[in-house]
Antibody, heavy 120, light 107 residues
Framework: QEQLQESGPGLVKPSETLSLTCTVS????????WSWFRQPPGKGLEWIGY???????NYNPSLKSRVTTSVDTSKNQFSLKLSSVTAADTAVYYC??????????????WGQGTLVTVSS | EIVLTQSPATLSLSPGERATLSCRAS??????LAWYQHKPGQAPRLLIY???NRATDIPARFSGSGSGTDFTLTISSLEPEDFAVYYC?????????FGQGTRLEIK
C-alpha cells in the first residue's frame, strides 16, 4: 500500500521560505502527478499545485508567484517551497497523488498532513 | 474559479440512519466531481470519483450521484466509523477546487 509522508519545519518566520518534502513509500513516483494542498485553521482545502515525475509543474494562480516545486525520483520524493510567508500561510499542508495519472484529481493517496505555523 | 457549496454544514444522525450530503457547483463540472472523507489527524480518503465511481476498497454503502452542478453523496446505513468531515472536489475547471465540507456528527 503506497504511503505518503510530509516532513519539514513546523515553524517558519514571516518573510522567510516554507520548505516541505513528501516521501513516497510502497510505490514508485514515476508516471503520476503529485500535488500539494493546504488547509488553514477553520477553512477548506486549497490546491497549491502539482509536479510530475518528469518535472512539469502547474500552480494555483493565487500562489503561483511564491511557489516552487521539485522532484527527486531517485529518492521517491518531491518538495514544496513557498516564499515570503505571512501568518495567512499558517495551515496544515498535505501532499497527494493524482489517480491514474490525472493532474487535477481525483487524489487517491494522501499524506497525513503537517502543520506549519508562521510566526516570529 | 468554480465554487463548490456543500450542504448542510453539519449533519447530525445516528448509526444505522441514511445520510445525504449535497454539493452544488457555481457552474457545470460535467461528471468530474469527487468526494473525500477526512478524520482529524488522518489522511483524507477518496470515496467517490467522477460523480458515481467508488474508489478502491470503499464499502458499497457509499454512493454518489449527479452531474452538471448538483451532486449527492449517500451513505445508506451509517457505521460508527463514518462520522467525519466530507469534502467534494471538482477537476473539470482549472484550478481544482474543494467545497467547504459537511461535518457528519453522531446524534
Amino acid at each position: 500500500q503506497e504511503q505518503l509522508q510530509e516532513s519539514g519545519p513546523g515553524l517558519v518566520k514571516p518573510s522567510e521560505t516554507l520548505s516541505l518534502t513528501c516521501t513516497v513509500s510502497g510505490g514508485s513516483i514515476n508516471n503520476y502527478y503529485w500535488s500539494w494542498f493546504r488547509q488553514p485553521p477553520g477553512k477548506g482545502l486549497e490546491w497549491i499545485g502539482y509536479i510530475s515525475d518528469s518535472g512539469s509543474t502547474n500552480y494555483n494562480p493565487s500562489l503561483k508567484s511564491r511557489v516552487t516545486t521539485s522532484v527527486d525520483t531517485s529518492k521517491n520524493q518531491f518538495s514544496l517551497k513557498l516564499s515570503s510567508v505571512t501568518a495567512a500561510d499558517t495551515a496544515v499542508y498535505y501532499c497527494a497523488r493524482g489517480l491514474r495519472g490525472y493532474r487535477y484529481g481525483p487524489f487517491d493517496h494522501w499524506g497525513q498532513g503537517t502543520l506549519v505555523t508562521v510566526s516570529s | 474559479e468554480i465554487v463548490l457549496t456543500q450542504s448542510p454544514a453539519t449533519l447530525s444522525l445516528s448509526p444505522g440512519e441514511r445520510a445525504t450530503l449535497s454539493c452544488r457547483a457555481s457552474q457545470s463540472v460535467s461528471s468530474y466531481l469527487a468526494w473525500y472523507q477526512h478524520k482529524p489527524g488522518q489522511a483524507p480518503r477518496l470515496l467517490i470519483y467522477d460523480a458515481s465511481n467508488r474508489a478502491t476498497d470503499i464499502p458499497a454503502r457509499f454512493s454518489g450521484s449527479g452531474s452538471g452542478t448538483d451532486f449527492t453523496l449517500t451513505i445508506s446505513s451509517l457505521e460508527p466509523e463514518d462520522f467525519a468531515v466530507y469534502y467534494c472536489q471538482q477537476r473539470n475547471n482549472w484550478p481544482p477546487t474543494f467545497g467547504q465540507g459537511t461535518r457528519l456528527e453522531i446524534k
